[in-house]
């Protein structure tokens, strides 16, 4: 056994580094699940923040997009793409844009005659 003599100020460097590395490497950094295209109906509910009752009974209206398999199974599927232009839905128009898409169509109209 070796005997290793240093001064206070060092072991406190030591001390203070070491301490430094273990917060920085266990930090609560959030655990991020890499994306996936598929979402099942517990990632859905994470997504959207509706509740299962809500999104079956959406599903059950054909009202958001969703897939079964094609062997018959019961469990639903979302595909992320869908599942995100559904959550962006239609944008209302304002009422300038509404008056620009009115005069445009009747530009065309006015065009054809």
Same mark, same amino acid.
């Given at each position: *056994?070796?005997?290793?003599? @240093?001064?206070?100020? =060092? $072991?406190? +460097? @030591?001390?203070?580094?070491?301490?430094?590395?273990? @917060?920085?490497?266990? %930090? %609560?950094?959030?655990?991020?699940?890499?994306?996936? +295209?598929? $979402? %099942?109906?517990?990632?859905?509910?994470?997504?959207?923040? &509706?509740?299962?009752?809500?999104? &079956?009974? $959406?599903?059950? +209206?054909?009202?958001?997009? &969703?897939?079964?398999?094609?062997? #018959? #199974?019961?469990?639903?599927?979302?595909?992320?793409?869908?599942?995100?232009?559904? $959550?962006?839905?239609?944008?209302?128009?304002?009422?300038? =844009?509404?008056?620009?898409? *009115? =005069?445009?169509?009747?530009?065309?109209?006015?065009?054809?005659?």
């Amino acid at each position: *056994m070796k005997l290793i003599v @240093i001064e206070q100020s =060092e $072991l406190s +460097d @030591i001390i203070e580094n070491t301490v430094r590395r273990v @917060i920085s490497a266990t %930090s %609560s950094k959030p655990i991020v699940k890499p994306k996936s +295209d598929t $979402l %099942s109906i517990d990632d859905l509910v994470d997504l959207t923040g &509706y509740k299962k009752n809500t999104l &079956y009974r $959406l599903v059950h +209206d054909r009202k958001i997009p &969703y897939r079964k398999p094609l062997h #018959g #199974g019961r469990k639903l599927v979302f595909l992320r793409s869908e599942i995100e232009e559904w $959550l962006k839905g239609r944008k209302p128009q304002s009422t300038a =844009e509404f008056i620009d898409q *009115m =005069e445009e169509e009747l530009l065309q109209r006015h065009k054809r005659k």
